[in-house]
């Protein structure tokens, strides 16, 4: 299996470069009549929460290849945006930053860390909050008043963590811990674990509550990349561990028998999706590198490699992957009816996934 993961991950990341430079029509046109920030859209043609997964992912592998070819690529990527000027900020354009903050601490680039401080000040000063301090998921193109969804974690609140831990800025890092808490709070789902896609504060209810697939993969990859980052005190750590758990025991519950798990991870009648089964798989392999989740579950995620290794066609381009998602407000049909689209995400998560395969692979070696 590992030549085959390796030379996926060659093809991906051939790849990555043409899906990261696609044009999201839809939601360039949306932006034409819903801008919240005013400014020109052509600044988020390339720079949204789409992208900086992608860029993410691609960061991942450079860290583990040492490959300066994809070190050059990001690098240009960051040089092209800042020329044409970065878009207003909010939860979702946040997303570019996590991978600028690692770029940043890589090549000391001062011109990355005045931007990376100004965002993370952005975000702590200015930012609108929920009742309870929570980071209300303003997006380009939706206020989302009073509402707290599971992407914020990911998109939003590492990138904060990181520059916490970068900057030695303790009311960064402690800002971070309190969203992850309010948000578990929120958002899991006492009876399984799983994570509800959002809560709302003006009528204190989990909208549809779906259990939607890649909402959920957010948060199972968050939880071990923030325990990583970040030296928690035995309690903070202990409870994000037993939140995962508990998330994880549901995850193996519903994984279909191909290994994938479905856009509404309770309701097998909705379709199987890349995205989110690549993001469980990495976040599990993670979690038990890292000793956050026992090993017996590694096997969940591992089940889950060869239905993501068929679903990446000549081109590289992992298919199956749905588009970005808004809150479902009036059915869990909604979620349902999102088409399936090539996306810079679904790229990166098999990526993320594949190289945690490859290191297990490798250890496992190294210890027979």
Known sequence: MKNNLEEKINVLSESFKKVLYTDDVKFL??????NLGGDDISKYRFWEWTQGVGLYGFWKLFQHTKNTYYLETLEKYYEERFKEGLPSKNINTTTPMLTLANLCEFNKNPTYLDACISWAEWIMHELPRTKEGGFQHMTSDTLNDQEL?????????????????MTDNRAYIEEAKYQFLLHIKYLAHAKTGLWYHGWTFNGSHNFVKALWGRGNCWVTMAIPEFIEMIELEDSMKKYLMHTLERQVISLRKFQNEEGMWHTLIDDKESYAESSATAGFGYGILKACRLGILDEKYRKVALKAIEPILKRIDKDGVVKQVSYGTPMGRDHKDFYKNIPLEPMPYGQALALLFFIEGLMYQDANKKAQ
Request: aromatic share 14%.
């Open 29 to 34: 046109d949306n932006m034409e009549n819903n």
């Open 149 to 165: 969804w599971d992407d914020t974690l990911f998109m939003t609140v590492l990138f904060l963590a990181k520059m916490g831990k």
